[in-house]
């Protein structure tokens, strides 16, 4: 499998193939100020709960680049998601409890939807069509050679071409998001491997 | 009808659904809340009758009920204010 692209956030940045898209984030920095910077159009995105604003953005970077008919949302059955954390929806698990701490308590709907780490692949899925299998799982730590693996095994559907696959972690108000887009290839020689993979993953810590 | 009652209104839709970029003076006290207008959603709907228990105390009890005040701001500022408790 080839690595088209890659981008990572965190506290500190925001990087794209290498290169520097935002710096210097504010230390109070919100990710409704990368969306902003990056004058992105999605009403829904301040729905959302953090993991999946982090997912999105990440998306975002990666995919309007490379599927260009993102303005005609043509549904793609050719690309699936892959995706792991270590905290799960944990942030968002601790916003719900706080909405259901006393005995008269309101609970919210908007809140309550996003206690499920998955949903963060469903939304990217609902942003671009994507019709491909996806799927989440939560790991210790964020391990390159089994995002690599989880990716390579969801190339044995022979419909998938492209697999959008890496770690998107919110945990204590802090982000850290990678996030690769992985190409078929048939040419071993094109490959990425997991040590590249975990060497972009460090280089932006 | 009150007016402070359709501005706080406003402000506590804005605020329960996260509508960042709307100020109360940008919603249209007649517009459709669902479909055209503000384009809310299922979740929005059940976020609007958590926040007419929770701010006024109203329950709403059936589907057609909840069509019926839903429909703008205006309606759910009348229905506020014949059947409020708080």
């Known amino acids: 499998m080839i690595l088209l692209s890659y981008c990572r956030i965190n506290d500190k940045c925001v990087v794209k193939d290498g290169k520097i898209i935002i710096s210097d984030l504010p230390i109070t920095h919100s990710l409704s100020h990368i969306y902003r910077y990056l004058q992105l159009d999605y009403p829904k995105f301040f729905k959302m709960d953090n993991l999946s604003k982090l997912g999105f953005l990440g998306a975002e970077l990666l ?24 905290a799960a929806s944990l942030d968002n698990d601790r916003r719900y409890q706080e909405t259901i701490k006393t005995s008269e308590f309101f609970p919210s709907p908007a809140v309550f939807v996003y206690t499920l780490p998955n949903i963060v692949t469903g939304e990217i899925a609902i942003r671009h069509k994507i019709m491909g299998e996806t799927s989440f799982f939560v790991l210790p730590k964020f391990s390159a050679a089994t995002i690599w693996e989880l990716s390579q095994s969801a190339f044995d559907d022979s419909e998938i071409d492209y697999v959008l696959s890496g770690w998107i972690n919110f945990e204590f108000g802090k982000s850290d998001l990678f996030l690769t887009l992985l190409q078929r290839s048939q040419n071993p020689n094109t490959n990425v491997n997991e040590t590249i993979l975990d060497q972009l993953y460090t280089k932006y810590q | 009808m009150d007016e402070n009652l359709i501005f706080n209104l406003k402000k506590e839709v804005i605020e329960a659904l996260n509508l960042e970029d709307y100020k109360p003076e940008d919603i249209d006290t007649d517009a459709a809340l669902f479909g055209t207008g503000l384009g809310l959603d299922s979740i929005d709907a059940l976020e609007l009758i958590v926040l007419l228990e929770r701010n006024y105390g109203i329950k709403i009890k059936t589907q057609e009920e909840s069509k019926a005040i839903f429909q703008s701001i205006r309606t759910m500022a009348e229905y506020i204010q014949q059947h409020r408790s708080k």
């Open chain 1, 63 to 86: 995919l309007n680049a490379h599927f260009q008919d993102i303005e005609n949302r043509q549904q793609k059955r050719n690309i699936s998601i892959v995706c792991c954390n270590r």
